[in-house]
């Protein structure tokens, strides 16, 4: 039985929202091409070594391209970590999900919702910080100093608009 006065949380409009993924700037393509010529130097430098009569050479350049495959491949699968941060008028949601694909969730009430930072001299914000009522939880751990300041400004700016409540417009 509905009195009337619950609040619609599926309705309520977001007023920030951003999902953050660790940057990669080598793309499947790219990986595709170094593999490419990392083998093909491998295997030249190994047919070098192979007709000089030092044949277990051979081996182990296949081995360190094998390596180098692998340390990428972990490399992209660690790639899949992701952090959603939304806030409505009424809640602040932190959303982190690894790249084992563990999820972990946060709710907070954004009038209760501070943030903090570390800020290095030489380097610029190092760590952001979202604290209510003693809980401390690190937030944007992929993006970098200048990034950092960016989702700063509009984390506050969105944390603000829901600190002031929703706008009522009869006319709409």
Known sequence: MSTGNEIERDSEQQIFSALLTPHRSLNRTGFLAVMLFLSVVSFVTGL?????????????????????????????????AREEITVTTSELRVRRVSHHGHVAEWTFNPLWVRLDMEVDEDFGIEHLYV???????????????????SFYKGLVEALNAAKRGPTYNPIS
Request: proline fraction near 4%; hydrophobic fraction near 55%; glycine fraction near 10%.
């Open 48 to 80: 070098v070594f192979l007709m000089m009569g030092a044949w277990p050479v051979f081996g182990f350049f296949g081995l360190d391209v094998l390596v180098i495959w692998w340390a990428f491949k972990v490399n992209f699968r660690t790639a899949r």
């Open 131 to 149: 604290i209510s009522r003693g809980h401390q939880i690190r937030i944007a751990r992929h993006l970098g100093p200048d990034e950092k300041a």
